[in-house]
């Protein structure tokens, strides 16, 4: 995609949230992190370096209407920064987010991109599972594991009525079903602004079967 197409494609994705000029430069300064860093690591591939834009900042973006004001956030594989630096962009000013990611390098990015766009986050290196359980108002992850094992990381976290949000590609009711087999929970899902057969998986009251 040519460099203006991608100026234009990010500033009508921008308009479309309506999200506010702070958030928008903020979010331009973490991308400009990630065009420098993606050749050095695998951030994203070159395949999906065109598509960032509406792929996966239109697709973290969604998610800021399900997340109260003040709230505590955790994102759960954090990677590339998606959904959990795109979140702060936003809510930097009024939530405390932590990015929990295992692999080194991709840490090392998370921290130069937060800083890069001012973001007060707190960056974690380490497995989630290896990190001791606090309770959060929201955990996300994106692009990270099956829900089942999604729901096995995160029900620790929400146990004192937090809820998961958990933006899901076209294979959400399989997913869904196969997490059914192991754990009660309550579920919402939400119609994907971004993937024709997506949908965000808003979950609460996670309890494994006994």
């Known amino acids: 995609m040519p ?43 070159p395949r999906e370096w065109p598509q960032v834009w509406p792929r996966h900042v239109a697709d973290s973006l969604q998610l800021l209407d399900h997340i109260p004001p003040g709230a505590r956030i955790m994102d759960f594989g954090s990677g590339a920064g998606f959904p959990g630096l795109i979140i702060a962009a936003d809510r ?7 990015l929990i990611e295992s692999v080194g390098k991709k840490c090392a990015y998370l921290r130069a991109a937060a800083t890069a766009a001012g973001l007060p986050v707190e960056v974690v290196c380490a497995r989630v599972e290896s ?19 999604l729901l096995e990381l995160s029900a620790p976290w929400l146990e004192n009525g937090g809820i998961a949000l958990f933006p899901k590609g076209r294979t959400w009711h ?37």
Do not use: M, Y
């Open 3 to 45: 460099e203006a197409t991608r100026r234009d494609a990010s500033a009508d994705i921008l308009a479309e949230f309506g999200v506010s000029r702070e958030t928008s430069r903020r979010i331009e300064r973490i991308i400009e992190t990630l065009d420098d860093w993606r050749a050095r690591i695998n951030l994203i591939g």
């Open 92 to 98: 930097c000013r009024d939530s405390r987010i932590t």
């Open 131 to 149: 990190v001791t359980p606090e309770p959060v108002q929201i955990v996300t992850a994106r692009a990270v594991a099956p829900l089942a094992r």
């Open 174 to 210: 399989e997913e869904l079903t196969a997490a059914q087999q192991s754990w009660n929970f309550t579920c919402e899902a939400i119609v994907s602004r971004t993937h024709r057969e997506g949908a965000i998986l808003k979950i609460s009251e996670v309890i494994r079967h006994a």
